[in-house]
């Protein structure tokens, strides 16, 4: 098979790895949270070679991710795990870190809330978690292209659709996440990071 590729992945992965050059300078042990075509495992794992990055995805996925970490041949991306938030199962922590990219979108709502209330199960107690993607902020639509997306996603799916930033972070804090930065991307997406025990911001 040939590898898996987006257009998006590759726009995004440089403004992406700036805010993680900065997120996770200190961390040592990455899951990434529904990794896709692969593209961003390789490319981060690269790029920070202080990290262990550990690409996740539905077991469906995991044929092209394996593809671009193959290639990279990298000894600090090793192969990727099955994870589905509806498992009773789920990967091994504890991670110090955690990134996801365009998935709460994809995700179905309830799924949303299944990943953050368990998420804690994953993580070590000082734990940074940056989540990218396009946001509703206040209720609200950032730019007429997110309102043309979200049409666009409900289309393909109606548990699709863009979430809300204040929704969502009442999920992280219940979890015990601190918003710590949230970050404008092109775009009209942003980087959302909380860190697990730290002071409100």
Not at 46 to 53: E, I, K, Q, S, V
Not at 68 to 93: I, S
Request: glycine fraction near 6%.
């Amino acid at each position: 098979m040939d590898k898996p590729w987006s257009a998006a992945c590759e726009r995004n992965r440089e403004p992406i790895l700036a805010v993680l050059r900065e997120q996770f300078a200190g961390r040592k042990r990455v899951l990434e949270i529904g990794s896709g075509s692969g593209q961003h495992a390789a490319y981060f794992a690269r790029a920070l070679p202080h990290l262990l990055w550990q690409a996740s995805d539905r077991a469906d996925h995991l044929p092209g991710i394996r593809l671009w970490l193959d290639e990279a041949a990298l000894a600090n991306a090793p192969a990727p795990l099955a994870f589905d938030v509806n498992d009773a199962a789920w990967p091994a922590g504890p991670f110090d870190a955690a990134f996801s990219a365009n998935t709460l979108h994809i995700m179905a709502w309830p799924e949303v809330q299944r990943l953050f209330a368990r998420l804690p199960e994953l993580l070590a107690p000082d734990a940074t978690v940056v989540v990218y993607g396009p946001f509703n902020v206040g209720g609200r639509y950032t730019s007429d292209s997110n309102a043309a997306f979200d049409v666009t996603l409900k289309a393909r799916a109606p548990h699709m659709g863009l979430r809300d930033r204040e929704a969502v972070d009442a999920l992280a804090r219940a979890s015990g996440l601190r918003l710590a930065a949230d970050v404008a991307m092109p775009a009209h997406n942003r980087c959302l990071v909380w860190r697990r025990g730290a002071a409100p911001a």
